[in-house]
Every structure is written in C-alpha cells, then in structure tokens.
C-alpha cells in the first residue's frame, strides 16, 4: 500500500486563488475556541481534506501577515474554521460578526491521501487538531470506509468536531485529561489499544507534534501506514519564505506547499537526525 502524496486523494488538485468572502456565522464552541463559517464558494468547491487557507484577518500593521486556518468542513458554498483564541489575529477573528468581509487565498497546501481499497481508518485527533479531520472523515465515510476517531481533549467541553464524528465515525473514543468523558488521560493511550485491534489500514493524526510522533511510533510498531499534519509559522502560504520547513528523509520540506500532510515515516522528529540536504 503506498503511503505517499501519489495516492489517489479526495480531489483534483486547484490553484489558489484570492477569494472575498464573508461570515456567515462565529459561533464560540468553548472557552477559547470557535466555529467561524464563511460564504466562500471558490473554496468550498475546490478544497481538499486538509488543505488551509490563509486568512486577511484584518488591516493594520499587527496583520500584514495572513493567518493559516485549516478547513474544517466545506459543503455548498461554505467553508468552516475551527481557531483558537491565542494571539491578535485569533482575537480579532473572534470578534467577526455575521457579514463582516474578509479576503483569503486558498485552497492551499498537500492535504490527506486516501489510498485505493482501504476499509477502515483511524483517526486521532488532539484538542484543535480535529480541525483538519472533520473534512476527512466526511470523505471517507462518503467512500464507503469504515471511521474510527479517536479525540482528546483537557475536559468534555473541549472535544472539539465531536458532534460530526459521532455522526459519520462508526466508532467515537473519547480520553479527557480529568476523565469527564471517555478514559481518563491522553488520546495516546486509548490509540494504542485500538490499533492493537489489528482492523485498520491507515491511521490520520493531526494535534500537538508531541502527541503525532508517539502515535506515529504507535502506528509503525502495528504495521499500519500513518500521515500526520504538521502546524508550523506560515507567513507566506506559497513556499516563497522558508519559514515553515519541515525535516525529512527527503531533506527540508516546505509545510505549506509540500505539507502540512507528510507521510510518518519520512518525519525526521529529531533535529539530530536531518540530513544535510536541501
């Protein structure tokens, strides 16, 4: 089973494009965290399981840089962002209003590859890092391949995109850190057990870099391909600044052109590891 971008995924690649858009809807999910839905049909009609955006937030000198947000979901003429608040650009997305207008450039980035004929696929997701997974899991599901998602989260409140993977997941296993909902601890320790079922073809990963390199270990040791979306400063989203490298066995990768998706295997989590290759 080839594990790589070359395998057949969710939809034909589209360049990006600048796009005027407007919110539709800023609903906050938790303390801290929000659902932002944008009128933006270029994009929804043209995004990829896990592919970005990058955002004009706003003007000013705080927002010459655009802010990347994965697409959470995409149907009709409407994407949907899940963010949260942490700095200026967060802040002042939280505070859009139903037909405020924006600008983004999209769809952008390597998303998630669906290789042909797998029939079950795990998904782990850590806090926001259910963001990139959402879309996901609708395809697969749509495709007819069995889902199971695992989620963590501080507390039950936080499990964010729970509702939409308990509707398209055959099976939803939660772990919160105070053991409000499912097992108590990290999401590495129900993924486990899980993959130690023996039942899957393909395990997906997005959430803190700590959490994907112990479920990456995870999946290699059940013989199980795993992709993981990797989170890095992205100030140009086109691969034009370096600011985003990701060290491979390939050598340096640019997350927002040749990622964020990678393969677990090619991630050199060790800096010690990298090749002197460019």
């Keep these: 089973m080839t594990t790589g971008h070359d395998c057949a995924c969710a939809h034909r690649a589209v360049p990006p494009a600048l796009e005027n858009v407007t919110v539709v809807a800023n609903e906050r999910l938790a303390e801290g965290v929000g659902l ?9 009609s043209s995004v990829a399981p896990g592919q970005f955006v990058h955002l004009r937030v706003a003007r000013g000198a705080d927002f010459l840089l655009r802010r990347p947000f994965s697409v959470h979901r995409a149907h009709g003429e409407r994407i949907e962002i899940l963010y949260q608040v942490l700095g200026t650009g967060t802040r002042a997305l939280a505070d859009k209003a139903p ?4 600008d983004l450039l999209g769809p952008l980035g390597t998303g998630w590859s669906i290789p042909e004929g797998i029939a079950h696929a795990l998904l782990v997701a850590g806090g926001l890092g259910a963001a990139p997974l959402g879309m996901l899991a609708e395809e697969l599901a749509g495709r007819g391949v069995a889902v199971t998602v695992a989620a963590g989260a501080p507390c039950e409140e936080r499990l964010i995109g729970r509702e939409l993977f308990e509707r398209v997941a055959r099976r939803f296993v939660p772990a919160t850190d105070d053991g409000s909902c499912g097992a108590r601890g990290l999401v590495t320790g ?3 057990p899980l993959l130690a079922e023996g039942s899957f073809d393909m395990v997906y990963t997005c959430g803190p870099e700590v959490m994907q390199r112990i479920v990456a270990v995870q999946s290699a040791s ?3 391909p795993c992709q993981v979306s990797l989170e890095r400063l992205m100030a140009c989203g086109i691969g034009a600044c370096l600011s985003c490298v990701v060290r491979t066995t390939r050598g340096v990768r640019r997350a927002c052109v040749d990622g964020p998706v990678f393969p677990a295997e090619e991630v050199l989590w060790d800096p010690a590891e990298s090749p002197d290759t460019h």
């Design 99 to 102: 037909g405020d207008r924006m």
């Design 190 to 192: 129900v993924c486990e």
């Design 222 to 224: 059940a013989d199980v």
């Design 36 to 44: 932002l839905v944008l009128d933006a049909p270029r994009a929804a």
